[in-house]
């Protein structure tokens, strides 16, 4: 599924790593998001829309919208690493490109450029309304792989 | 407040249109956020720690910081619009710079460039730990003010 | 050539007032870059490298590499605007991916979102080197389109 | 001169190493920029406007902008580095405020957090006008310090 290349995984136990650590962001249950897919250097986190991750017009909050990014580059980014590997995001761009509509959110993060020390990973989020998927942000993001003891997301 | 200037409201009653539209933001009730300080151009935005903004290690999320972060700065912009006027982020870069670990996170949102159709805001987020801050994210963020009936983050 | 979509020009002239803007940029002549080709919704722009785009490495500047992906995606979204339209950059956001060594780059930039008031637009920078190309950088950028007489990329 | 501390350079000849890395920037020689002012986790950039850094309205193009501000936190983060290192930058968002239009651009990088690997920056770019200062243009950069030998901007 990653656009660029066919990644192959250091550790073939990425899915379960992936998913182990998405059960423990406590922030993830809180808005109900759900890991929908997960494959080498790509994952996808789905999110239902509800009052609980909605801004004052009634769609989407953008925090909600970057929060399912970032966690869906995260992982992306997540499923190169290897056992003992941790990472974390170093910043991120979100452009918003039309309002976060409809019953359902998909982000989709993809490593664009995968490094010994940085990840660059591109998410792009879509709004299902009645099914269709509207094109409704995009995500540039920066990651740090470190080890698992460390949690320096900037030095 | 604000660092670069001082700025005049276009409406006096700025403050409590600030208040009514972040308690219809249904995520910031879901993460327990306060805004804690509206002023001309600035707002603050407090996040007490609990499991249901935390990431997989016991930290703040970063996607719980970028929400705050974004509606600190959302309504730093919106102070200075007028009573039909809504505001939308057309984008926004979060920098991590820093673990967001600690019992608190404030958000402070500042307008950098006030502008008839674009905004342009800075979000400097701490993470205060027994008592003591830590200058741990920033964000620069583009925002587009709408008349009260549109909702289009991006045209 | 745009990934996402056919886009329509709205003006058919559009590759004429493409190539006579370009020409009045003193610092894509500067440079030395060159435009390579425009489609709708999308513009390509090469640099040779030469002493006159280094940084201290002997590879092409981060900020070179920034230029002409700052008028790659400019132009891209450009031929998408009708004949009395202007388009300024609100911002954007450069991701360096690895080093920009070679004896050529060559920028290409994408719509993304086509927009009314802003664009946004993707750009992938390739260093060409030995003839083959290098991912080194991806820009995202947000557009505002503006009327011929105005000149205000923020308000 | 910066803003958030009292930065104390890991090498007393700091400048030194700024003033002869600057100089074998082959752009910013092309462009005309100068080198203005070095402290710890400071460095100043100035730029006299000329059609060599125009842009097709006559004003300094966005790129000639974005390369001294990307120059500009460059060296600041470089202030603080010791006699081996490099620094390269990662990625670095600019937000373009105003028309930068007058007879020159003056960008000020700072450190806003200095770091072992990832180094945090800030640029605020002038333009100076009848010897007036409009705030034009804002940057929030990330940048990695490498060994000397090596120059991988990502990984």
């Known amino acids: 599924m990653p656009e660029n290349a066919a990644f192959a995984p250091a550790d073939a136990d990425f899915e379960r790593r992936v998913r182990e650590s998405f059960a423990r962001q406590g922030l993830m249950a809180t808005l109900g998001a759900e890991l929908s897919a997960v494959a080498p250097g ?3 986190i789905g999110l239902p829309f509800s009052d609980a991750v909605s801004q004052q017009h009634g769609f989407f ?3 909600a919208t970057g929060a399912i990014a970032d966690s869906a580059g995260g992982y992306a980014a997540f499923t190169l690493m290897g056992p003992g590997d941790t ?3 170093v910043d991120y761009k979100l452009n ?7 019953e359902r959110l998909v982000a989709r993060g993809r490593v664009l450029r995968p490094g010994r020390t940085l990840t660059v990973c591109r998410v792009d989020v879509f ?3 009645d099914g269709t998927e509207t094109f409704c942000a995009t995500m540039q993001q920066t990651l740090i792989r470190t080890p698992a003891s460390g949690a ?3 030095g």
Chains 1, 2, 3, 4 share one sequence.
């Open 87 to 89: 990472v974390l995001s």
């Open 127 to 129: 709004a299902v309304r």
């Open 42 to 44: 790509f994952c996808e």
């Open 96 to 102: 918003l490109l039309a309002p976060a509509r409809g």
């Open 61 to 63: 909050h953008a925090g």
């Open 152 to 154: 320096r997301p900037a």
